[in-house]
């Protein structure tokens, strides 16, 4: 079992930065793939960012040159750098663990770009 916690969500304004952050607990956190999904409203949440557990990282194209995934196995942290934000990245981010079959999320930060 894996708790997910997620922080670092809020307002900005187009083109600007924020940093999201998941803390893990429970199980042998470098032995998943932790990733970062978003939900906007009346979409289907999509894959934003996943570091594997060999350390591969992977990027939806909307979000590729902008947004940065960082994990960190001692502390049990994923972070996602998100930089030159518009308002389309604007949803609900969840947090990712994955391994195998089985799949464990954060409750969610609302993300919002508007000037």
């Known amino acids: 079992q894996v708790q997910l916690v997620e922080s670092g969500g809020g307002l900005v304004q187009p083109g600007g930065s924020l940093r999201l952050s998941c803390t893990a607990s429970?199980?042998?956190?470098?032995?998943?793939?932790m990733g970062w999904y978003r939900q906007a409203p009346g979409k289907q949440r999509e894959l934003v960012a996943v570091s594997t557990s060999a350390r591969n990282t992977n990027y939806a194209d909307s979000v590729k040159g902008r947004f940065t995934i960082a994990r960190d196995n001692a502390k049990n942290t994923t972070n996602l750098q998100m930089n030159s934000l518009k308002p389309e990245d604007t949803a609900v981010y969840y947090c990712?663990?994955?391994?195998?079959?089985?799949?464990?999320w954060g409750q969610g930060t609302q993300v919002t770009v508007s000037s």
């Open positions: 429970g199980s042998i956190f470098s032995h998943y793939d």
């Open positions: 990712n663990a994955h391994q195998w079959s089985i799949n464990f």
